[in-house]
């Protein structure tokens, strides 16, 4: 999906909510053309006279809409991006970018809510992009009730408890499975529960050119 302003004001305010307490002031979001990152912060460092950094202000979460990536890709780099500023507007200081305080609010939001953040940003699209290794993926393309398509890329072990939840699903219509080593598979997570993850229909037929049907 390609997010819009309106969409991450939304689901900022939703992640504020649930993952920070509401803790979080408004911020300037803005969409980026950029090709280098999915998310990013950008702030100013206020500093004392003597040259210390006494406070950040101007804070802008900035979102790339180059790449077309699953709705649950770009909420987690939301979160991701929240967490920095979280810690940059606390003034905390952490041991690096990704340091201490980063990893234990991470985990504690994919643990709590069943998210998948990483602290290698890679969700990145050249990263992802980037990942050629060849492996088999078992997925599942369902048409959704409304209208959109999803995939899921299961676990080996839960294509039978998958299939039967996606059958008695009311907001699945239909599923399709397939086996594929197109390495653009290697974006999902391997889901272990029935998660759909929407996508562009043109762009996941297009990477199930060599797949096979099961
Ligand atoms: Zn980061």
Not at 85 to 106: E, N, P, V
Not at 118 to 130: F, Y
């Amino acid at each position: 999906m390609t997010p819009t302003v309106g969409y991450l004001e939304e689901r900022f305010n939703a992640f504020n909510e649930m993952c920070f307490g509401s803790a979080l002031p408004r911020i300037s979001i803005r969409l980026s053309n950029a090709r280098s990152f999915v998310g990013r912060l950008q702030y100013r460092r206020v500093r004392n006279w003597r040259g210390r950094p006494v406070r950040n202000e101007d804070f802008v979460l900035r979102i790339s809409t180059r790449f077309d990536l699953p709705e649950a890709e770009i909420e987690d780099t939301l979160i991701h991006e929240m967490i920095h500023y979280y810690i940059a507007w606390k003034g905390l200081r952490d041991s690096s970018t990704h340091g201490r305080i980063f990893r234990a609010m991470m985990q504690e939001i994919n643990a709590k809510y069943g998210r998948h953040l990483t602290i290698s940003h890679k969700s990145a699209p050249e990263e992802l992009d980037a990942d050629k290794r060849i492996r088999a993926h078992c997925l599942c393309v369902c048409k959704l009730a409304d209208g959109r398509t999803a995939v899921t890329v299961c676990a080996t072990t839960r294509i039978r408890s998958i299939q039967r939840a996606f059958r008695l699903a009311p907001s699945v219509l239909s599923q399709q499975w397939y086996v594929s080593t197109d390495p653009w598979f290697n974006r999902f997570p391997r889901c272990r529960t029935p998660k759909v993850f929407p996508i562009e229909a043109d762009i996941l037929l297009s990477h199930l050119e060599g797949a096979e049907k099961i």
